[in-house]
């Protein structure tokens, strides 16, 4: 029989189908071509891309020319734009203001071909690296409420170049989504005067059925209350609001959980479209008793339909403990 579950943050319900549960081999699918146009990403062509913002490269190599192992540029095309003020304005019932805000590419690697598939710990670690700077960077900007990194890995998960990179966009208000968390997790220390996440962490540490990977500070499991087949999260064993706030011990250690737990999910799935959001506390809240960052990772395997879009209820073909015993066996 199906399942109800409630997650147990945002009060939303999901769908469990048990007796028409899926494998991995159910979801493998045809890779479309590799493009074949001259890519603005790949080292040699620094001149296709906007200016840098920064990279980490060797010594004695120049801005905006070769030499450089992760690399960060506006987006050509911004959802947001850097310059101007929001002048909040309204009309009736109507709110708006000015598109203001900053969208940023992080070039993962110069080697066209790299991705999570083929990453070392080194690498990953790098290109944390390169989100956090950016991350403190923009939120001393005060008109910028939220910041949000995250990854199209894939055409089906809206990646519009192979070559691979991840993106940052500041905005000047706390996206529903955020807000959603926000909310729940509040409501939940108010009641229980513990965090929600913190809680989910110990129960799911203590269950075990669930967990994928994990080391002294990081650990990586199937949410009980999926949306989607093999959602994974990745969240710090210690209470932290902010992804901003992360040292450099901790970097290492969530490098090694990405790298093990994306090889996983690679393997087990055949390298399939995926993307992951870093859920933080917003810019200028005061959040630090109640939320815990945390990454999601969602690969694209199931589509979303008219009855997802109407009741706001997600169908999850395969339950998280289903897929935690699938990628644990991926070796």
């Not at 894939?154 to 529903?176: E, F």
């Not at 395997?301 to 997600?314: D, I, P, Q, V």
Request: charged share 25%.
């Amino acid at each position: 029989m199906p399942q109800l579950r409630k997650d147990p943050v945002t009060k939303r319900w999901v769908i469990i189908l048990h007796e028409q549960a899926k494998t991995p081999e159910d979801f493998k699918t045809v890779q479309p071509p590799h493009q074949q146009i001259k890519c603005p990403f790949c080292e040699g062509n620094e001149s296709m891309s906007p200016p840098e913002v920064m990279s980490y490269r060797t010594p004695d190599t120049l801005p905006n020319n070769p030499g450089w192992a992760v690399r960060v540029v506006p987006n050509k095309f911004p959802a947001l734009q850097i310059e101007g003020d929001l002048d909040r304005t309204g009309i009736g019932v109507y709110d708006m203001m000015n598109g203001v805000g900053a969208h940023e590419v992080i070039i993962e690697s110069p080697r066209h071909e790299d991705g999570f598939h083929n990453y070392t710990s080194e690498q990953i670690a790098r290109i944390l690296h390169a989100y956090v700077d950016r991350y403190r960077d923009l939120r001393r900007d005060r008109r910028f409420r939220y910041i949000l990194i995250f990854k199209n890995n894939g055409q089906a998960a809206g990646a519009s170049l192979d070559h691979p990179h991840s993106q940052l966009i500041a905005t000047p208000i706390i996206p529903k989504r955020a807000m959603e968390e926000i909310d729940g997790a509040k409501t939940y220390y108010y009641y229980k005067e513990r965090c929600v996440f913190c809680d989910i962490i110990r129960q799911e540490l203590s269950q075990g059925d669930r967990i994928v990977h994990e080391n002294e500070q990081f650990v990586a499991f199937e949410p009980f209350a999926a949306r989607f087949p093999f959602e994974t999260w990745i969240a710090p064993k210690d209470h932290k609001d902010s992804f901003g706030d992360i040292d450099e011990a901790e970097i290492d250690g969530l490098a090694d959980v990405m790298h093990s737990t994306l090889q996983k999910l690679i393997k087990t799935l055949d390298n399939p479209p995926f993307n992951f959001v870093i859920h933080t506390s917003p810019c200028d809240e005061h959040c630090a008793d109640y939320y815990h960052w945390h990454i999601e990772i969602l690969p694209r395997l199931s589509k979303t339909a008219g009855f997802e879009w109407g009741s706001g209820f997600y169908i999850n073909p395969v339950a998280p403990e289903k897929a935690a015993q699938f990628l644990i066996k991926s070796k």
